[in-house]
């Protein structure tokens, strides 16, 4: 599974070493060092993966950090190395290029956004979109379009041919509901984490007709990093959801095009959909009750 090759790679002294290097520099905000790192690997090994994964991460630094000229600069530069080195392989033949250009255009587009070009930040996003539509990036790029544009549209819609349990609703019985989307995953701690205060609104608007609908994929392995079966990792969902999620009554999809669709490369996503089917809400990564609470009320109000 490519997942699993992924963690074997990054496990390699190799991958930790330049990498991080480069990222902490680049946290640090030390250009010069963070770009002596790059230059000094590639003299050795050439415009390697690893190489040109480490060159993104001083373009995400200099975006961290507002340097916006600077981001989009170092975003080009990853751009043009990751183009010629998809001269001699294809994109997902390793998992380092991905990161890579993955990350090059996240940082063009939302550098372009912040410094006020939203619309052609946007068009960026459909373009790439459409040219890595069938690669591992494309969820990632969905992810960035949707946080510059879903809020306020329409909610796209949910597969529902698949469920982890008992067969959950489909969309047709949320029409005219507010709904929470919990977008998590079986290995992901950061989900495990939000799920108390899920809970707890729940439980507190107990007497609306709030809905929390939890959305689900396969990875291609259960504890560990065991490869598994489909079948096998869908028990395994299933004994994860009963331990950490019990509390919670949620329909849960499972299905990978939803993650895609949804743009949820990052675990847990929350969105919440109003009475009239449109995001009110789209939120890659965890939050707070005390976040959550008076958007859940005006939700449930709206």
């Known amino acids: 599974m490519r997942i699993l090759a992924w ?55 200099a975006q961290a950090a507002g340097d916006w000229d600077r981001a989009l600069t170092a975003a080009s530069r990853t751009r043009e190395l990751a183009d010629a080195a998809l001269q001699q392989r294809k994109l997902d033949a390793e998992p380092q290029l991905p990161l890579a250009l993955g990350a090059a255009i996240e940082v063009e587009a939302l550098s372009l956004a912040r410094r006020g070009q939203r619309t052609e930040a946007v068009d960026l996003l459909r373009r790439e979109i459409k040219t890595w539509y069938a690669t591992s990036i ?23 041919r698949e469920f982890i349990g008992a067969s959950g609703q489909t969309s047709a019985a949320w029409k005219g509901k507010p ?22 609104l729940q439980e507190e608007n107990k007497g609306t007709d709030l809905m929390i609908v939890g959305p689900t994929q396969r990875y291609g392995y259960v504890a560990g990093g065991a490869e598994a079966s489909p079948s096998e990792e869908v028990h395994y969902i299933g004994q994860v959801r009963r331990q950490y999620y019990g509390s919670l009554h949620m329909t849960v999809p499972l299905s990978e095009e939803n993650f895609k669709n949804w743009g949820c490369s990052t675990t847990p996503t929350l969105a919440m959909i109003d009475r009239a089917g449109v995001v009110r809400l789209y939120h890659p990564g965890r939050m707070s009750y005390e976040e959550l609470a008076p958007k859940v009320a005006a939700l449930v109000q709206r």
């Open 179 to 200: 709904v929470i989307l919990f977008f998590w995953a079986h290995w992901c701690g950061d989900c495990k984490q939000q799920a108390p205060v899920l809970a707890r």
């Open 138 to 160: 494309r969820t990632r790029l969905q992810k960035n379009l949707n946080l510059l544009t879903l809020e306020g549209k329409p909610a796209p819609a949910l597969e529902t």
């Open 7 to 61: 963690m074997v790679l990054c496990a390699m002294p190799v991958c930790a070493g330049l990498v991080q290097d480069v990222r902490s520099a680049a946290s640090a905000k030390n250009w010069t060092l963070a770009g002596k790192l790059v230059a000094d690997f590639q003299r050795q090994h050439g415009w390697t993966p690893e190489a040109i994964l480490a060159q993104s991460w001083i373009a995400r630094g």
